[in-house]
Every structure is written in structure tokens, then in C-alpha cells.
């Protein structure tokens, strides 16, 4: 029997993972594709977007974000990874006049630096002018994070299944998977974190988690390194700077 199966091998999938082999804990992951793909795909800010209109349960999990980031960082950079795939920049957010004081009580509150901002001084011609900058904010380049995960847990012995679970039944002990290929794998401990999958999964378990997925639409443009400076999030959209411009 396996000690922990890992349903899905996105970003959440692979930090599980992570953190079980620091505490010397077997884990397998199973996944449809080799690199989870919704991770692989996601823009990699580290902060949700207006975090002050979310609760204060996200925000917990979110608001040192950077700091934790840097310290994964610190033990994967060699592995497919460099330091300049996290993008230290700053998050410029615009915001209209009425919630200005909503977004400095909240960096208040969670001790997070902050100032007002025209989106233009960071870059010129930026069409909007009102908002905030939190310099201590930034993103990460998830293709590349994944990569490394995915290197370090290969050299930790982690198992990896390319194959999609079908089937999630509750044991005595643990519980029993099925793949749509016939494996049935037995697993004293399941992590489900298959993205909007999951809610499938754990409708077989008696749990009603409503998700949708969500349709977004990506555009890469190459412009001159630095040009960019910072990530520049509006209601219409966003721009998300890496390294070499991309």
C-alpha cells in the first residue's frame, strides 16, 4: 500500500509532494499530463488578484507569499531554474478613488508596504493613473518552477503516473483509486488537488465542493527586457513582465 497518492501534478500537486519528502514521507503522483496543466498555463502572480476583496482565511495563505517563494527558490535555482524566473518587480493594482482607503487598510492590516501610484511613472503612456504599487509583490515563471519541482522530487524518489483517476472509493484503511487505464492503486492517504477535477473525485466521497473552470485568454508579446517593469493588473486585464521580455 502507498502512503500518500497525490491526484494531480500541477503547482499544488508538486508542493505537496515537496514538503512530504522534507518530512521523509513517501508520495506518488498521478497525473493526466506531465506538467499539470492549468499551472503550467497560469500567469504566476503571487498574490490573488485584489486581495482586499478577499477574505481574511485567503489571505493568511497568501499575504508572504513572495517570502515563501524566495525560500522554495533558494533550494531549487540550478534545476531548470534561475533566480530571475521570480520576478521581484512589484504588483501595480489600479483601483478607483472610493476603495483607495479599503487597499491601504488592508495593507495595514497584513503588513504588507504599499503606496498610491500613477500606473504611467512605472510605465509611460500606461492608460490608467490611479492605483496602488506594493513593491514587495511579484511573479513567478511556472513553467520553469514546475520543472524544477518535478526534477527534485524524481531525485527525492517520488513516483510519478501519467493517467487520469476515474475512480476514488473510501477503504477501512485508506482508500482505493482507479485510472483510466486499469491501474488501481490502494493509498493510505489521498491528496485530491486535481484542480476543477477534484469536485468529480470527491462527489464519490459523499464532499460537494463547488468549482467551474474558467476560460482566460493569454497573449505573449516580446518586448525589450525591463520595459515591463512591474506586474500591471487592471479590471480589463493585466501584464505580466519575465525576465528576457517575453
Not at 517570502?67 to 493594482?93: I, K, M, N, P, T
Not at 512591474?230 to 517575453?246: E, H, K, N
Given at each position: 500500500?502507498?502512503?500518500?497518492?497525490?491526484?494531480?501534478?500541477?503547482?499544488?500537486g508538486?508542493?505537496?509532494?515537496?514538503?512530504?519528502?522534507?518530512?521523509?514521507?513517501?508520495?506518488?503522483?498521478?497525473?493526466?499530463?506531465?506538467?499539470?496543466?492549468?499551472?503550467?498555463?497560469g500567469?504566476?502572480?503571487?498574490?490573488?488578484?485584489?486581495?482586499?476583496?478577499?477574505?481574511?482565511?485567503?489571505?493568511?495563505?497568501?499575504?508572504?507569499?513572495m517570502?515563501?517563494?524566495?525560500?522554495?527558490?533558494?533550494?531549487?535555482?540550478?534545476?531548470?531554474?534561475?533566480?530571475?524566473?521570480?520576478?521581484?518587480?512589484?504588483?501595480?493594482?489600479?483601483v478607483?478613488?472610493?476603495?483607495?482607503?479599503?487597499?491601504?487598510?488592508?495593507?495595514?492590516?497584513?503588513?504588507?508596504?504599499?503606496?498610491?501610484?500613477?500606473?504611467?511613472?512605472?510605465?509611460?503612456?500606461?492608460?490608467?493613473?490611479?492605483?496602488v504599487?506594493?513593491?514587495?509583490?511579484?511573479?513567478?515563471?511556472?513553467?520553469?518552477?514546475?520543472?524544477?519541482?518535478?526534477?527534485?522530487?524524481?531525485?527525492?524518489?517520488?513516483?510519478?503516473?501519467?493517467?487520469?483517476?476515474?475512480?476514488?472509493?473510501?477503504?477501512?484503511?485508506?482508500?482505493?483509486?482507479?485510472?483510466?487505464?486499469?491501474?488501481?492503486?490502494?493509498?493510505?492517504?489521498?491528496?485530491?488537488?486535481?484542480?476543477?477535477?477534484?469536485?468529480?473525485?470527491?462527489?464519490?466521497?459523499?464532499?460537494?465542493?463547488?468549482?467551474?473552470?474558467?476560460?482566460?485568454?493569454?497573449?505573449?508579446?516580446?518586448?525589450?527586457?525591463?520595459?515591463?517593469p512591474?506586474?500591471?493588473?487592471?479590471?480589463?486585464?493585466?501584464?505580466?513582465?519575465?525576465?528576457?521580455?517575453?
Open positions: 500500500m502507498r502512503e500518500v497518492v497525490i491526484v494531480g501534478g500541477g503547482i499544488v508538486l508542493l505537496g509532494a515537496f514538503e512530504l519528502t522534507k518530512r521523509e514521507i513517501s508520495a506518488t503522483v498521478i497525473d493526466e499530463s506531465e506538467g499539470g496543466l492549468a499551472s503550467w498555463a500567469g504566476g502572480i503571487l498574490s490573488p488578484l485584489y486581495a482586499w476583496r478577499y477574505s481574511d482565511a485567503m489571505n493568511r495563505l497568501t499575504f508572504d507569499a517570502a515563501r517563494y524566495r525560500e522554495l527558490f533558494s533550494e531549487l535555482v540550478g534545476r531548470c531554474l534561475e533566480w530571475s524566473d521570480l520576478h521581484q518587480g512589484g504588483l501595480w493594482v489600479h478607483d478613488t472610493k476603495e483607495m482607503n479599503t487597499v491601504k487598510d488592508w495593507a495595514g492590516k497584513w503588513g504588507v508596504l504599499s503606496e498610491t501610484l500613477s500606473g504611467s511613472v512605472l510605465l509611460p503612456s500606461f492608460p490608467f493613473s490611479e492605483g504599487f506594493f513593491p514587495d509583490l511579484g511573479n513567478v515563471r511556472n513553467p520553469r518552477l514546475l520543472k524544477a519541482l518535478r526534477s527534485y522530487l524524481t531525485s527525492k524518489g517520488v513516483s510519478f503516473i501519467k493517467d487520469k483517476v476515474v475512480s476514488l472509493l473510501p477503504k477501512q484503511k485508506g482508500a482505493a483509486l482507479e485510472t483510466q487505464n486499469g491501474l488501481v492503486l490502494n493509498a493510505e492517504n489521498v491528496i485530491v488537488c486535481a484542480g476543477v477535477g477534484s469536485s468529480k473525485l470527491l462527489s464519490m466521497l459523499g464532499v460537494s465542493l463547488p468549482m467551474f473552470p474558467v476560460k482566460g485568454e493569454m497573449l505573449l508579446y516580446y518586448l525589450t527586457p525591463g520595459r515591463v512591474s506586474v500591471m493588473l487592471t479590471q480589463s486585464g493585466y501584464l505580466i513582465p519575465r525576465a528576457d521580455g517575453a
